[in-house]
């Protein structure tokens, strides 16, 4: 039997937009065209949603990984018919995949894991991807889930509370009172220069451009209270003191922004206990949940649908459509790939040559990735939280901020019983990314060794009694890439970025979305269609 047949044709052959994957930024850009009243093709090679920002069992995990490492070949340019077919082929965005497996335990109940490919990642509850989540209704489809806690650490794993608000500075027994006075002085500052207070309560200009550290020294905080406000709270990437290896300065302004954020985000729902909530099932329940708003708006989505070229005019080189595996043409004037496709590199020099090609050259950096399971929290008296290692606290020579978070089976990632541990963190390789997931892994957890019982059979045993055990790990490097757009008719969606939250990410995917669309109001006043019931959501407003 002709494999063409197990692929039924697609009705109809036209559509405003096509899109290719269902990663976040592809499934936002979907659902904003199908609320803007366009027809959408949304299909998907894999047999589920979310591509690059999925959650899937451990078994399935590795496989995506895996074959996400391996890049094609580049076929050549055909020409047949009417059009040019310029193939499409998927790029390697995936490298240094490291597996270790201390107990088979994991593997057997793979089905009960939903790891996300994102990870660490959580949503602040004021932040614009809640506001939008609020706005079109999805969190109807949606349950959530308090972060319950927030530490900072060192190379050691000692594990301090992160005094974010009035009540848990007071808590705090790690800072002296004279700390504690200085950042409470500092945080009604703040909140001063964004009241209706006069002008001597106003941050000046000049210090609103100055870089946020030296503000924070200017106030007269003490290196501790520095450290926590500045990759605790304001989430800053790399070491904001080194300013020969800082790639991204933060000034005051966006500082206090992103600190009045976290304070806003702080008592949003009555039911969400601190500023961070995390998405029962995973992250990979965000895209799910967009793209089931588009249905209900009329997109056609489709998975397990590989498309094989892309079709252009033989003469002007002119974007036209696309060429499914089943052989099957379907026509749009705008197109939307997933990032890990790409066109060759080979194309005759026409238009759609320039629309994207292999060597990477938009990655601008790399994220190193870690998951963790074990039996035991990280801090025995809480099941959900984040743990921080700010520059120079693993080894002097970190000028990375790792970011993890610890999730149990409260949130239906992981059997109860066990635990789900989530590392990231932005380098420049992958050696120096190991370097940095292994010295937090080694601060938090101990390494199981082999041993031989009196059967013959393997034991594990603990080096440390106080650290959770491992019983599996996961490390790899995921490239960096931004949002591009060739040329008017296709465009290519970016990987999730390497924040802990989804506020670039969204911003990006709203300009791209009124770059093909200039005329369209993104996600304009929307009604649900359906009144659901959300199940005890965190967003309750």
């Known amino acids: 039997m002709d494999e063409t047949t197990s ?25 904003a065209a199908s609320a803007a009243g366009k027809s959408v093709l949304h299909l998907d090679p894999n047999p589920f949603y979310g591509t690059h920002s999925a959650s899937l069992p451990l078994n399935d995990f590795i496989s995506f990984l895996e074959t996400q490492s391996k890049s094609e070949s580049e076929p050549p340019v055909q020409n047949s018919g009417d059009y040019g077919y310029v193939p499409l082929v998927t790029r390697s965005l995936y490298s240094a995949l490291e597996i270790n497996s201390y107990s088979s335990e994991p593997s057997e109940n793979s089905r009960k894991f939903n790891l996300d490919l994102v990870g660490a990642r959580v949503l602040l509850c004021a932040d614009s991807m809640i506001d939008l989540i609020l706005k079109t209704g999805i969190n109807q489809y949606m349950e959530f889930k308090s972060v319950d806690a927030n530490f900072v650490s060192d190379a050691e794993g000692k594990l301090e509370s992160v005094p974010d608000s009035r009540s848990a500075i007071f ?29 001597d309560d106003m941050i000046s200009e000049q210090d609103l451009e100055s870089p946020f550290v030296e503000f924070l020294t200017k106030m007269g905080l003490s290196q501790k209270l520095k450290s926590i406000i500045l990759y605790t709270i304001v989430l800053a990437d790399y070491d904001q003191e080194n300013l020969e290896v800082c790639k991204d300065v933060i000034n005051t302004k966006s500082g206090i922004n992103r600190l009045a954020l976290y304070h806003s985000s702080i008592g949003r729902f009555p039911n969400a206990n601190g500023a961070i909530i995390y998405p029962i099932y995973g992250q990979g329940e965000l895209p799910q949940a967009f793209c089931r708003r588009a249905a209900v708006k009329g997109c056609i989505y489709v998975l397990r649908m590989p498309v094989i070229a892309v079709l252009i005019d033989k003469d002007g080189g002119i974007y036209r459509g696309v060429k499914l595996v089943s052989g099957q043409e379907l026509f749009s004037p705008q197109l939307v790939l997933a990032p890990s496709f790409a066109t060759p590199s080979t194309l005759p020099p026409v238009q759609v040559a320039k629309a994207h090609d292999l060597s990477l050259s938009d990655a601008k950096d790399r994220v190193a990735r870690g998951i963790c399971i074990t039996k035991k929290s990280v801090n025995k008296e809480v099941a959900n939280c984040l743990v921080f290692f700010p520059p120079r606290s693993l080894y002097p020579e970190q000028i990375t901020s790792v970011r993890v978070l610890q999730l149990s089976g409260n949130v239906a990632v992981c059997p109860y019983g066990m635990f789900v541990t989530y590392l990231s963190v932005v380098c420049d390789n992958a050696v120096e990314g190991n370097k940095l997931l292994n010295a937090a892994i080694n601060a938090l957890f101990s390494m199981p060794v082999s041993g031989e019982s009196n059967d013959g059979t393997d034991v594990l045993h603990e080096h440390t009694e106080e650290k959770p055990s491992l019983l599996w790990s996961a490390l790899y490097i ?13 465009s290519f969606s970016s990987m999730p970025d390497e924040n802990l939250h989804y506020s670039d990410l969204l911003d ?4 791209l979305f009124q770059e093909i669309y200039p005329n369209e109001e993104f996600f304009a006043t929307y009604v649900s269609d359906e009144h659901l019931d959300d199940g005890g959501s965190e967003l309750d407003p």
């Open 478 to 490: 995921q490239e960096l890439t931004v949002f591009h757009r060739g040329f008017d008719s296709i």
């Open 7 to 31: 692929y039924p044709p697609i009705e109809p052959s036209n559509f405003d937009l096509i899109v290719i994957g269902t990663g976040l930024s592809e499934s936002i850009i979907a659902s």
């Open 508 to 511: 990006a995917t709203q300009k």
């Open 171 to 199: 808590k705090n027994r790690s800072l002296s009172l004279t700390e504690k006075n200085q950042l409470m002085k500092f945080f009604k500052l703040v909140q001063a220069h964004f009241g209706n207070g006069s002008e």
